[in-house]
């Protein structure tokens, strides 16, 4: 079960506002999926950003929580970086307001968290690390790229099968400013609202299938 806090948060966004223009940017996310699920394979999905310390993990994150809520099975999801830096604290801070539950596992220059979004299901192991981390998959995987400079600066990423653009605005441009939360959480609503759209695609699909 969801945590209530984290289930009132996902009830306040609205996935049907998603314009036509992102929608057309998530269709292919949602055919790879759905792809996996209609043939009973995992589908394993890894967010890349340059540094892995934001909209990855932010991305990461809302995904597995969303594929939990509409009771998909078999969805793994992952982040990773053309380098490894650290999961930025405000990031973490606005999934926590969100309603998930995180716990510092370890402290360090790139700390590594605990990230839990229902009572009876494993965390996510957050932190910072490149796409290839021996923590990712190594092949038969989509790398589903959330910003311009990692997706124009890493042409190929070995053992990808299907490379999927669903880029997202930084909001580290507003560090250190009075917008600062305001913004991460106004990114974090916007990704955690297109995954749950992305999503709900997959299960309206399958009971299609299953009817």
Known sequence: MLHKKLKNTMASLKPEAISNERKITLQPLIDYIQSKVTSNKNANLNFICTHNSRRSHLSQVWAQAAAHFYQLKNIYCYSGGTEATALFPMAAKTLEQAGFEIVTLLEGKNPVYSIKYAE????????????????????????????????????????????????????????????????????????????????????????????
Do not use: W
Request: charged share 25%; hydrophobic share 30%; proline share 9%.
């Open 120 to 211: 009876n299901t494993p965390p996510i192991i957050g932190f910072s690390k490149t796409f290839d981390h021996p923590f990712n998959p190594k092949n038969e995987f989509a790398a589903v790229m959330t910003c311009s400079h990692a997706d124009a600066n890493c042409p190929f990423i070995h053992g990808a099968e299907k490379r999927i653009p669903v880029k997202y605005d930084d909001p580290k441009e507003f560090d250190n400013t009075p917008q600062q939360a305001e913004k991460y959480q106004e990114r974090s609503n916007q990704i955690a609202a297109e995954m749950l759209y992305v999503f709900s695609k997959i299960s309206q699909l399958k009971k299609i299938g299953n009817s």
